[in-house]
């Protein structure tokens, strides 16, 4: 390797914070206890992972540490890769908090391929550098908003969404840190929440307040709107199973499966709620090969429950948690 391809620290780092979720994804990783839905299909299980210190769930650690961001408040939670807790007789995880100087209002991460993570805020997206918490946040070009959905493309860009304009939160926007440039490249017709890619570069957006989901290629063009019936919030996709697949977790305590038997292009060619009885699911996050989706009490804002999380023992109370979903025949990418 000469000179002018050899890796510093902070470019392998930033490979390994990539690269890692795919290696524990393979030799596997510690799980807490606890059940949270009431049914679950059998092909899936369920752990409770962390609570009841919650943040919105959306980016890894080189070493696989899940990273949370605090809504509203300047802070980024770092769950530890094994238990280190118990709450309500559950085995589960008290996180590091970060709290990062500049970082604006807002909620959710992502972290993009050169390693930075990635927050829409009130002041527009802004980059936080995970190697160095001291550092301060850095907004880019880019729009303010409520500042929910964010992802990263296979290709290095930033999807988000933000904007002040119509219902709110409904501008999605690509920002290119190669160029430093942000383009506005779709209108939602309402509201957009969690916002999920895949390995081949597709968007999909959790339309909560308008009950749809949105499929975009990875220029932010239209493929297709699917009507629902829970209120989809957090999103996963499972591109490599077959049939390919999406995930949604639902405000009404559900999480439904997708199938696209015609491809992604073509309407669902079957639609299976696989876990029910859990509390308002909200943004949610794949990682390790698996779906952590959060759930909160939510005063029964879209038909949800009246309690956030049942714990192991048989106590149930208000108290929010992330559940990791996995899938005993294929992965969540």
Known sequence: MNKKTKLNHDDYSRFLS????????LLGVVRATGA???TLDPAYTQQIYAGPNVGLPGAWMPTGEMLARKSNVNQILEYPV?????????????PVVHTITNL????NLARATNGFLYLPTQLGLQRVDSSNWALPAVTVPSVGGP????????????????GFSGPGSNEIHIY?????????????????DDIETSLTGLIALAGQTNNNIILLNSSGGLIQTIPTTNFPDGLAFA???????????DNQGTITRYDFGGGYSAAPTNVQVIASGGSYGDI?????????????????????????????HGVTNNAPSIIEIASNSGSFV
């Open 18 to 25: 990539a690269l890692v979720p795919v290696l524990v994804c």
């Open 36 to 38: 949270q839905f009431t």
């Open 82 to 94: 094994a238990s280190n807790a118990v709450y309500q007789g559950t085995n589960t995880r008290n």
């Open 104 to 107: 604006a209002n807002g909620s």
């Open 147 to 162: 500042g929910y959905g964010v992802n990263t493309l296979p290709n290095g860009n930033v999807v988000y969404a933000g």
């Open 176 to 192: 290119s840190p190669t160029l430093n440039t942000d383009t506005l490249v779709f209108n939602a017709p309402g509201l957009i």
């Open 239 to 249: 591109t490599t199973a077959s049939p390919p697949a999406l995930y949604s977790n």
């Open 284 to 312: 949610a996050c794949t990682g390790m090969c698996k779906f952590y989706v959060t759930q909160f009490f939510n005063n029964g804002y879209h038909g949800s429950a009246s309690f956030a999380t049942h714990w192991s």
